[in-house]
């Protein structure tokens, strides 16, 4: 039976890494406009805004950051806080055009709802 989870667990990172691949092939960030990650684990968030041209992070933000208001990072309602938080810091930053690159994931639950505080935050995708 665990060999049969197991089996079905890598058969899904297989399909997302998939979509990733093609996500990336036409997504890029510049200085002028980043490009802004996503990383879902079980337990929390990660979000960073990334130049491609120069291969350096501009910016990033997680779920376990002190800054970070909601306690926790795996519901809906954490990751509409973490996006206004990346939000905030972006345009401190004087960032406020970015390339969304959902990491292969569905756009849809956690990683909507970041996508979509973003956006109320100042930021245009």
Same mark, same amino acid.
């Given at each position: 039976?665990?060999?049969? +989870?197991? #089996?079905? /667990?890598?058969?899904?990172?297989? !399909?997302?890494?998939?979509?990733?691949?093609? &996500?990336?092939? #036409?997504?890029?960030? /510049?200085? %002028?406009?980043?490009?802004?990650? +996503?990383?879902?684990?079980? #337990?929390?968030? @990660?979000?960073?805004? &990334?130049?491609?041209?120069?291969? /350096?992070? !501009?910016?990033?933000?997680?779920?376990?950051?002190?800054?970070?208001?909601? *306690?926790?990072? /795996?519901?809906?309602?954490?990751?509409?806080?973490?996006?206004?938080? !990346?939000? *905030? #810091?972006?345009?401190? *930053?004087?960032? %406020?055009? !970015?390339? @969304?690159?959902?990491?292969?994931?569905?756009?849809?639950?956690?990683?909507?709802?970041?996508?979509?505080?973003?956006?109320?935050?100042?930021?245009?995708?």
């Amino acid at each position: 039976m665990s060999s049969k +989870i197991r #089996r079905k /667990t890598s058969e899904k990172l297989k !399909v997302r890494m998939k979509r990733r691949s093609r &996500i990336r092939a #036409r997504v890029a960030g /510049t200085a %002028d406009r980043p490009r802004l990650s +996503i990383f879902r684990s079980n #337990r929390n968030l @990660f979000v960073q805004l &990334i130049d491609d041209v120069s291969a /350096t992070t !501009v910016l990033a933000a997680s779920s376990l950051d002190d800054d970070f208001s909601s *306690k926790s990072g /795996t519901n809906i309602e954490g990751a509409k806080s973490l996006g206004a938080l !990346v939000a *905030k #810091r972006a345009l401190a *930053k004087k960032i %406020d055009k !970015v390339v @969304f690159d959902r990491s292969g994931y569905l756009y849809h639950g956690r990683v909507k709802a970041l996508a979509d505080a973003a956006r109320e935050g100042g930021l245009q995708f």
